[in-house]
């Protein structure tokens, strides 16, 4: 009796290559979901930035505060762009199996872009806002390192290395401008600064994710090799 039902399990397991077929199916089936909720989360924060943004900047404020609404608008309309640029390029070139955690990510992303549109001409708000989703951002590059494989590659190794290297490359650009935004948050809880440096301060930001974005295709792969 045990015999044929170890006989029956047997003959119900997965064929391998069914298997295979089942998990690369669920992958790029993944790799098409995460881009489609990537661009609604995107999409939201969006709408909530043109709305706030029409306000702070033709709602009667002084003209310091203008420009200040201003610069912040134009960083958290690249950051929105940046973002959405970013998942679409890492979703295209590598799969794995999704996680919770794969899941979680674009939210956090879009809560700190949504608060940071709410939180024009409120600096402190707005740099703590603005860590937050670059926190977040460093952990999407570091996940995306962690999980990449080279089969996910088809198995090219060098395309594999180039694409883990520039991925912890944003990771680091991430993680340095999530404490540069930090420590700005941090000193304008503690003193006002001077209207200059809340106008200049977020193109610092905006500068480098245009630059880097510029520099890398596909998730981490240099342009000039596309």
């Given amino acids: 009796m045990l015999a044929a039902r170890q006989s029956s399990a047997e003959r119900e397991s997965p064929d391998p290559v069914s298997l295979r077929v089942l998990l690369s199916r669920i992958e790029d089936n993944f790799a ?59 979703a295209a070139a590598t799969r794995w199996l999704p996680s919770t955690f794969d899941t979680a990510i674009p939210y956090l992303i879009g809560a700190g872009e949504a608060i940071a549109a709410l939180s024009l001409g409120d600096n402190t708000r707005w740099w703590a806002s603005i860590a937050w989703s670059l926190l977040a951002g460093t952990i999407t590059f ?39 935004a930090g420590a700005l948050a941090v000193t304008s809880a503690l003193a006002e600064l001077s209207p ?21 295709r596909w998730g981490g792969v240099p342009a000039e090799t596309t």
């Fill in 32 to 90: 098409t979901a995460y881009q489609t909720m990537t661009a609604i989360i995107q999409g939201v924060a969006l709408v909530i930035l043109v709305t706030t943004s029409a306000h702070a900047v033709f709602g009667g404020a002084p003209g310091s505060q203008v420009a200040i609404a201003a610069s912040q608008a134009v960083t958290v309309f690249v950051i929105i762009i940046v973002t959405t640029d970013q998942y679409f390029q890492l």
């Fill in 196 to 216: 200059w440096v809340y106008i200049a301060a977020p193109w610092v930001v905006t500068a480098t994710a245009v630059i880097r974005v510029t520099q890398v």
């Fill in 142 to 180: 570091w996940h995306n390192a962690v999980r990449a494989t080279p089969q996910g590659f088809e198995g090219i190794e060098g395309y594999y290395r180039q694409f883990v290297r520039g991925v912890r490359r944003s990771r680091d650009i991430c993680a340095a401008l999530c404490a540069y």
